[in-house]
């Protein structure tokens, strides 16, 4: 086991960025014009990335799997971005920022990469500004904010429950731009298969064209992964379909390190499933927790009866509900972290307290914030005596504003409507904190290899805070990455255009194509589809939100034996020269079979509890926090980055270890 260098710049947290800023080596105007990057996925991370970089000059190569990059997974985004202003006069800062995504991420992500992410938060919300996002405004017309779990300020800039697609269109504004000027060349429908090294360093890729199937060349001085997370090894998630781990997981196999494989998200307030052949889970916006109350009811013959169908959530007077997240965390109530609203709702399932049919859903209910805006609307409009009907309609009519498309899509999925009855959620896997190691750079461990947005693992810890995605993905994008590459590239400024008729494009070519011939060839009895669900099933049961070493020694031979059957029995119709759905799945299926494994050899590793990542062996025995989840300070206060050597089981660990010196670690706790 070796001892991972972050690169990170010495000299007091707040100077760290503008030291390194101002000592890099840049890349000047005209040199910039002969060199080519390489970005993969436009998504917010890679659009912005691609936007930046064609405007400082160099020549970009943009890729994604869709037919265009306003449709990349980055448009689910509902709740909002995260940034420091501080408008609301609250008492936030850079620092405070700095510190609730650290302890909210349960002090496992490096420090120096978590200030400058803090710092650059405000420039991302100008940036966007300038661009015309249209941010929510106050009454006065300033810019508004919204509140997220885990943090006591207002500093959520969002775009009614649409954030990210604003944000998308955006950044897909500025791609345009440097489209149209020929800076960037755009390969929509084009997937990565593999990367390519020359003498250790990133020179290209190999991709398939998704419309006509062709393999291709492509090469580049530098090449930038932005392909987004992997949640999608569970089957279900709140994932876009497509959304997949190939592109991160063939840099791995090439030497990528990947780090905290086991640092996924699940996050409490989803829509729960409905029965087994679902393929697709639903978020709703966490920022419903703002308004909406958490409860189950307090008496188990009355959640039985609501799983039978025999009472109703209305008919349940006050006295008889759990408001089990304001009686457990009365600091922070409902706004609890993500990690912490997840287990607390699998506590209240699994001790059978669940309200829908199958046991596995909660209630967030909106009646008490009907009747507040209510009054607080009639105060407003000077309605004396209004009837509690009025009241109610007023307040409705406020929560329609903030979230209205948000219950609109609640109603279409469940057939309820939530402004009558209150709405039913359950956690579901949405979004991997983990992901391939990237430096303070964001250069992996190949050089040339850039990694950034939800594909690296970097800012987020064991547990991302609400609308800490969308700001570390632009922040990476527009703000890191486009200073930081200049330093590596300054050095390339004489190498000239990189060939693509070399042995080594020949080499990795040629293994892509075998395998798709596999692919096509296999004379399997058993769809894509069912290998995935199967993989599924395990990573939710046992390496789910709960995890301990019998479960995840077990899981690690189900999966394998559920890979070494689908290199036997997968069937994939159709051909390779088309378009050919079944044989993307394949790929990508085949890619989470492995990292899977990988996934539940890092949670296997890791013997402590910290974010998402709950260890039965690891609990509070006593005190306050009994129960609750046990950090291991002493023995993990590491990042756990994988290398690839042959078979998942086989990957060699490397630590990086993490240094606190401007916060101190202590036990999180939301009491
Ligand atoms: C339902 C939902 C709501 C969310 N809401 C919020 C929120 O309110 N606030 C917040 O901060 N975060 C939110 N998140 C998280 C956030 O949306 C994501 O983390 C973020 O958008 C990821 O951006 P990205 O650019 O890294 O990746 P993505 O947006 O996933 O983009 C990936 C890109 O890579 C391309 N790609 C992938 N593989 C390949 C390949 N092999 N070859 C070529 N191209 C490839 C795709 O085509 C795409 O262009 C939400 C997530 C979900 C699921």
Redesign the pocket.
Known sequence: MSVLDSKTPEGPIKDKWTNYKNKIDLVNPANKRNIDIIV???????GSAAATLAELGYNVKA????DS?RR???I??????NASKNYMGDGDSDYRLFYDTVKGGDYRSREANVYRLAEVSKNIIDQCVAQGVPFARDYGGLLDNRSFGGVLVSRTFYAKGQ??QQLLLGAYSAMNRQIARGKIEMFNR???LDVVKVDGKARGIITRNLITGEIERHSAHAVVI????YGNVYFLS???MG??A??AWKVHKKGAYFANPCFTQIHPTCIPRSGDYQSKLT?M?ESLRNDGRIWVPAKIEDAKAIQQGKLKPTEIPEEDRDYYLERRYPAFGNLVPRDVASRAAKERCDAGYGVNATGEAVYLDFAYAFERYGKEQAKIHGLKNPTEEEIIKLGQAIIEEKYGNLFQMYEKIIAEDPYKTPMMIYPAT??TMGGVWVDYNLMTTIPGLYCI???NFSDHGANRL??????Q?LADGYFVLPYTIGDYLADEIRTGAIPTDTPEFDEVEKSVKERINFFINNKGSKSVDHFHKRLGVVMWNKVGMSRNEKDLKEAMAEIKAIREEFWKEVKVSGDADEMNFELEKAGRVADFLELGELFAKDALNRNESCGGHFREESVELDGEQKGEAKRNDTDFAYVAAWEHKGEPADAVLHKEQLEFKDIELKQRSYK
């Open positions: 993969v996925g436009t998504g917010l991370a890679g890729y994604c799997y869709q990059p990349a997974h980055s689910a985004a509902q709740g909002g971005i954030t990210g084009h997937e990565m932005a392909t987004g997370g709140t994932m876009a959304a997949n190939t592109a978020l916006s949405h979004y947005g939800e594909a609400g609308a800490s995605a969308l700001m993905g």
